[in-house]
C-alpha cells in the first residue's frame, strides 16, 4: 500500500518501526552526564551519573527523534579491540545539553556526547553473519526471494517507511552499507550474496531526487503506509468492501463467503432440479 504514494506498482518496501530498544539508554546511563537543578553556570554545576527513573519512554523517544542521526562515515569494528573509543575518536558531532523537566517543575540538563548521537543508530547497520543481520542484509535476504528477474527492478525501487527511517542520514547511510557489501563484500557476504554483486549500480530510492529525476518526498516515511490504505480505499481497488456502518470490529474473509454463497446457490439449483423430475416423474 505504500507503493501508491509514489505512483508505482513495483518495489521493496523496507519497513523499520519502532518496537523496542534497549541499546540508546544504555549508552546514555553509563556514558551521558546528569546536571541536577542549580542555579550556577552548566559548565560550574556539579555532574552526576545519570539517573535511570529519568530516562522515560517519552524522554528516550524524543532524544531519539530530536538528538540523534546516523554518521555517513563507515567504520570497520573488527580492527576496534574497544568499540567505545574507536567511536570517540572517530566522531566529531558536538556534545548537547537536554534539559529534562522533573516532577517538581524543576529542569535538571542531560549532557549527551557527541558520538553517541553519531554512533547510537549503528546497531541497525552492525552484524555480519547469519545469526546476526542488519538492515542491509534483511533488504538482500528479500530480494535473494524473488526470481533472478524481478532483482533489479526491486534494486532500482526501495522505499523507506516506518519513523526509525526518519533519523537523519539514514537512507544515505543505508546506501553506502549497500554499496559496501557489494564492492567489498566479506567471505560470508561473498558467499550468500554472490549473485547480487553486480547489482551495485543499480540501489536507488523511489522518493530520492539524486536516483531519480522528478522525484521527491511528498508524504513522511512515518506516515506512507497509512496514506497508501487510505488511496485504496478511496480508488476502490479491491473487489469486495463493507460500510463503516456495518463494521462489528471484525473483517469478513470474503473468499470463503463466495464460496459459501456459491455452493448454496449450487445447492439449490439442484434441489430445484430435483423437485421439477420428481414432478414431471409423478405426473407421468
Same mark, same amino acid.
Given at each position: 500500500?505504500?507503493?501508491?504514494? /509514489?505512483?508505482?506498482?513495483?518495489?521493496?518496501?523496507?519497513?523499520?518501526?519502532?518496537?523496542?530498544?534497549?541499546?540508546? =539508554?544504555?549508552?546514555? &546511563?553509563?556514558?551521558?552526564?546528569?546536571? =541536577?537543578?542549580?542555579?550556577?553556570?552548566?559548565? &560550574?554545576?556539579?555532574?552526576? !551519573?545519570?539517573?535511570?527513573?529519568?530516562?522515560?519512554?517519552?524522554?528516550?523517544?524524543?532524544?531519539?527523534?530530536?538528538?540523534?542521526?546516523?554518521? =555517513?562515515?563507515?567504520?570497520?569494528?573488527?580492527?576496534?579491540?574497544?568499540?567505545?573509543?574507536?567511536? !570517540?575518536?572517530?566522531?566529531?558531532?558536538?556534545?548537547?545539553?537536554?534539559?529534562?523537566?522533573?516532577?517538581?517543575?524543576?529542569?535538571?540538563?542531560?549532557?549527551?556526547?557527541?558520538?553517541?548521537?553519531?554512533?547510537?543508530?549503528?546497531?541497525?547497520?552492525?552484524?555480519?553473519?547469519?545469526?546476526?543481520?542488519?538492515?542491509?542484509?534483511?533488504?538482500? +535476504?528479500?530480494?535473494?526471494?524473488?526470481?533472478? +528477474?524481478?532483482? !533489479?527492478?526491486?534494486?532500482?525501487?526501495?522505499?523507506?517507511?516506518?519513523?526509525?527511517?526518519?533519523?537523519?542520514?539514514?537512507?544515505?547511510?543505508?546506501?553506502?552499507?549497500?554499496?559496501?557489501?557489494?564492492?567489498?563484500?566479506?567471505?560470508?557476504? !561473498?558467499?550468500?550474496?554472490?549473485?547480487?554483486?553486480?547489482?551495485?549500480?543499480?540501489?536507488?530510492?523511489? +522518493?530520492?531526487?539524486? +536516483?531519480?529525476?522528478?522525484?521527491?518526498?511528498?508524504?513522511?516515511?512515518?506516515?506512507?503506509?497509512?496514506?497508501?490504505?487510505?488511496?485504496?480505499?478511496?480508488?476502490?481497488?479491491?473487489?469486495?468492501?463493507?460500510?463503516?456502518?456495518?463494521?462489528?470490529?471484525?473483517? /469478513?474473509?470474503?473468499?470463503?463467503?463466495?464460496?459459501?454463497?456459491?455452493?448454496?446457490?449450487?445447492?439449490?439449483?439442484?434441489?430445484?432440479?430435483?423437485?421439477?423430475?420428481?414432478?414431471?416423474?409423478?405426473?407421468?
Amino acid at each position: 500500500m505504500a507503493l501508491l504514494t /509514489t505512483g508505482t506498482t513495483t518495489g521493496l518496501v523496507i519497513d523499520c518501526g519502532n518496537l523496542e530498544t534497549s541499546v540508546l =539508554p544504555s549508552l546514555l &546511563l553509563d556514558h551521558a552526564e546528569y546536571i =541536577p537543578p542549580s542555579h550556577l553556570h552548566r559548565k &560550574l554545576a556539579p555532574r552526576t !551519573k545519570t539517573p535511570e527513573h529519568i530516562l522515560t519512554t517519552e524522554v528516550i523517544e524524543d532524544i531519539k527523534t530530536t538528538v540523534l542521526f546516523c554518521s =555517513p562515515l563507515l567504520m570497520n569494528l573488527e580492527e576496534q579491540t574497544d568499540h567505545i573509543a574507536g567511536y !570517540k575518536n572517530f566522531s566529531s558531532a558536538t556534545d548537547v545539553h537536554y534539559p529534562i523537566m522533573l516532577h517538581d517543575g524543576m529542569t535538571a540538563t542531560l549532557v549527551i556526547p557527541g558520538w553517541i548521537r553519531e554512533r547510537a543508530a549503528d546497531v541497525l547497520f552492525e552484524g555480519n553473519d547469519e545469526d546476526e543481520s542488519n538492515i542491509s542484509h534483511c533488504v538482500l +535476504d528479500a530480494i535473494l526471494k524473488v526470481q533472478p +528477474d524481478l532483482r !533489479k527492478p526491486l534494486m532500482q525501487s526501495l522505499l523507506l517507511i516506518g519513523g526509525t527511517t526518519m533519523t537523519p542520514g539514514f537512507q544515505s547511510r543505508l546506501k553506502q552499507e549497500l554499496l559496501r557489501i557489494m564492492r567489498d563484500p566479506s567471505a560470508y557476504e !561473498k558467499k550468500r550474496y554472490g549473485t547480487l554483486l553486480g547489482l551495485q549500480k543499480f540501489v536507488r530510492f523511489v +522518493d530520492n531526487s539524486e +536516483d531519480n529525476k522528478g522525484a521527491g518526498r511528498i508524504f513522511f516515511n512515518n506516515v506512507r503506509g497509512w496514506v497508501g490504505g487510505s488511496l485504496m480505499g478511496s480508488l476502490k481497488l479491491t473487489g469486495e468492501e463493507i460500510l463503516r456502518e456495518k463494521y462489528k470490529g471484525i473483517v /469478513t474473509d470474503w473468499s470463503i463467503n463466495n464460496w459459501g454463497s456459491s455452493a448454496t446457490a449450487a445447492h439449490n439449483v439442484g434441489a430445484s432440479n430435483t423437485s421439477a423430475t420428481e414432478q414431471t416423474l409423478s405426473t407421468s
